[in-house]
């Protein structure tokens, strides 16, 4: 399924740094719902071939690299996002780890669904990016590559799981792990004073959810034997 085209919206206009994260959050949902992922680790490339974003390593292209003059762009340890002549381009840096290869080109991923791109067409072909939408996209990558009330389900119990099962770097499972310990004693308390928790909230959550169901139902089954 394409997925929806989101407008760029500054950033500034968001009223505190919550709004951002729940406008993130939000987005991710969305794309997992509308395209039907249903495992871990979730394919970021097919998301990005859906949306019709070429992802290369700097390996494979060292002809675009060199005809676009990027050498200079091309620092070790990062992601590009490029937007030469119409074509939408995440490199990543092959020299890394395979789950830091992961968070690089989910960023990027971030970075056009977030609406980023449009505020900065007039940038030339390397759009340069704020530190807030930079944030932005890692929170992106996040929680797209880590999405918590999947793992909630699955009943992961440490950051290493985290790391395995959904291909991250450690300091992203590491991250995601003390977010899902904080969810749990949050929804322990609002469950027990309301009756209602702290996830599924969002309609999207709950489509999304639905599509991983059984991945999480086997999980669950093969984990605990």
Known sequence: MRLWKRKAVPLQEENTSYDIYRETRDEVWRVLAEN????????????CKKEKIDVY??????VLIDSLHLQKYCSSGESLVLVPDG??????DDALPVNM???L???????FIMGHIGAHQKDGIVPRFTDEENLQAGIFAGRLLAPLSVLWGMGVSSAREIA????????TAEKRY??????DERNLERGTKTGQGVLFLSGYERSAYRCFSPFIEDYRKNHNK
């Open 105 to 111: 080109i989910a960023a990027g991923f971030g970075h």
């Open 178 to 183: 003390a977010r899902l310990c904080e969810i």
């Open 36 to 47: 039907r992922m249903d495992c871990l680790p979730v394919d970021v490339e097919l998301l």
């Open 164 to 171: 395995d099962v959904c291909r991250v770097p450690t300091k």
């Open 87 to 92: 074509r939408r381009i995440i490199l990543f």
């Open 101 to 103: 290869h992961r968070f």
């Open 57 to 62: 390593s700097y390996s494979n292209a060292q």
